[in-house]
């Protein structure tokens, strides 16, 4: 059986792998992806054309929220800001460059992207 087919509660599924398909990201990315649906926005989102920007803009905030939970000085942790996380977008923008197109297809299906296909 192909993983990406099998319900998640079939004794056969595997999850899926890499921080891109981790639960905390997949969440996000299915949550701000939700309000492209219906919209006007073109090109359509798709693994041709992946959300590159809305990624690295989670994974940032997901380290920025992992450095402060960590952090035992949490009063003294910059706020999430332009100025402080503009370079780790970046950074992360960068190297989402270098994702192939399958492997945004496996991304956007597991936020359940409804254009992950093409």
Request: hydrophobic residues 35%; contains cysteine; glycine residues 6%.
């Amino acid at each position: 059986m192909d993983h990406y087919t099998v319900p998640q509660d079939h004794l056969d599924y595997i999850p899926p792998e890499g921080i891109l398909q981790s639960k905390i990201i997949t969440s996000a990315l299915q949550k701000n992806l939700n309000f492209t649906q219906g919209s006007a926005l073109k090109p359509q989102i798709s693994a041709t054309r992946p959300p590159k920007g809305l990624l690295g803009l989670i994974l940032a905030s997901v380290e920025h929220v992992f450095k402060v939970y960590l952090s035992s000085e949490k009063g003294k942790i910059k706020k999430f800001s332009d100025d402080e996380c503009s370079s780790i977008i970046e950074d992360y923008w960068s190297k989402l460059a270098h994702v192939r197109e399958s492997q945004w297809k496996q991304v956007l299906a597991s936020a359940n992207h409804g254009n992950s296909n093409d």
